[in-house]
């Protein structure tokens, strides 16, 4: 078990994604046929021992709380384990990352763990926190920035020390001792700071020991409907799927019965949940649970979400149906796929 507390934090929320981040958070964005982004990260932290995790919410998060409840599924209901969620304390309006935030300590302050890691809520990568602890304590440092290359937006000595920083920077996961994260969230409330990163990293990285511990593996941050896509189409390859489940990677359960090919059914290189029905042509497709697939339909370099409803003779090429869509007979709906076509959740087409 590692002496830490896991804080996952929506630091990429404003980021649009078109009708796919409309009803939902990007953490809670569908990925590879059956999980949720958010799955990803908080099995992560699972994996190498972090038994007490906060997700930290600020809007659109009801699917969020049906999905993840209170984290049976992640093995955290269990005696010494905990999973909150915490919602914003407002009403309305933006609330800046520092209040939000600071909505995370009063659930940070009951627990008596030396660090604090903050992660973000929308890449996926696999990684052992205990070696960035590890790194951590041998730079002695005050804060430890997991990410990759950052072309220029993190500058370090030759130790790994930060000597400039810009706060457009892309990270995975930051960590803290408990206290200095209290007491730089209280000091930033003081002064009216908003952001967390400009306000409170860039701001004093002069006065702070920082260091940047260089990620190198696979990963993927999903910042825009392009690269959602291409994510999941690269799942597809054998090789990229052994990278990004290279560990357990836990979800909620869910019963169904196994999904039924009809006699016309064609269906090359795809991922395919349970429940679903397919009578039609189905190549290098991610589909979800439940889909319903007619005949004489072609389907070509799609995401079909759950529940989606796909009647006859339909062709679909670089499309994203999100979920309870239905698609109606004889429709053709063709994108690229340098920029593929989303339809809305329940739309009918």
Request: proline letters at 2%; hydrophobic letters at 40%.
């Amino acid at each position: 078990m590692l002496d830490a507390l896991g804080v996952i934090f929506p630091f990429n929320d404003t980021i649009n994604l078109s009708e796919l981040n409309e009803q939902r958070t990007i953490a809670g964005l569908p990925i590879g046929g059956r999980y949720r982004l958010i799955d990803f990260i908080i099995s992560n932290m699972v994996n190498c021992g972090i038994n007490n995790i906060s997700l930290v919410t600020n809007k659109k998060y009801q699917s969020m709380l049906n999905h993840l409840g209170a984290g049976d599924d992640f093995g955290l209901n269990r005696k010494g384990h905990s999973f909150n969620i915490i919602p914003p304390y407002a009403s309305s309006g933006e609330i800046s990352d520092v209040s939000l935030l600071s909505n995370a300590i009063r659930v940070t302050e009951k627990f008596t763990n030396k660090y604090v890691i903050i992660s973000n809520s929308n890449s996926i990568y696999n990684f052992n926190f205990a070696d960035l602890i590890e790194f951590y304590e041998a730079k002695n440092a005050d804060i430890a920035l997991l990410a990759p290359d950052n072309s220029g937006n993190i500058i370090t000595n030759t130790k790994g020390k930060v000597v400039d920083l810009n706060s457009d920077f892309n990270f995975f996961a930051i960590l803290i001792e408990r206290n200095l994260f209290h007491e730089l969230l209280a000091h930033a409330k003081t002064l009216g700071a908003t952001d967390f990163i400009a306000d409170v990293l860039v701001k004093n990285f002069e006065h702070l020991d920082i260091y940047h511990y260089l990620y190198e593996k696979f990963y993927s941050t999903i910042d825009s409907v392009k690269k959602y896509f291409d994510f999941n189409m690269s799942l597809l390859d054998e090789k990229i799927r052994l990278k990004v489940f290279e560990n357990n990677v836990y979800t909620k359960s869910k019963d169904c019965p196994p999904t039924r090919y009809a006699e016309g059914a064609d269906v090359q290189n795809c991922l395919i949940a349970d429940g679903c029905f397919i009578d039609g042509k189905v190549k290098n497709s991610i589909i979800f649970r439940g889909v319903k697939i007619g005949s004489k339909v072609d389907i070509n370099n799609c995401i079909i979400m759950q529940d989606t409803i796909i009647q006859d003779n339909v062709k679909l090429e670089n499309i994203i149906l999100d979920k309870q869509v239905v698609i109606r007979k004889g429709q053709k709906l063709v994108g690229q796929a340098s920029y593929p076509v989303v339809v809305a959740k329940k739309a009918v087409v």
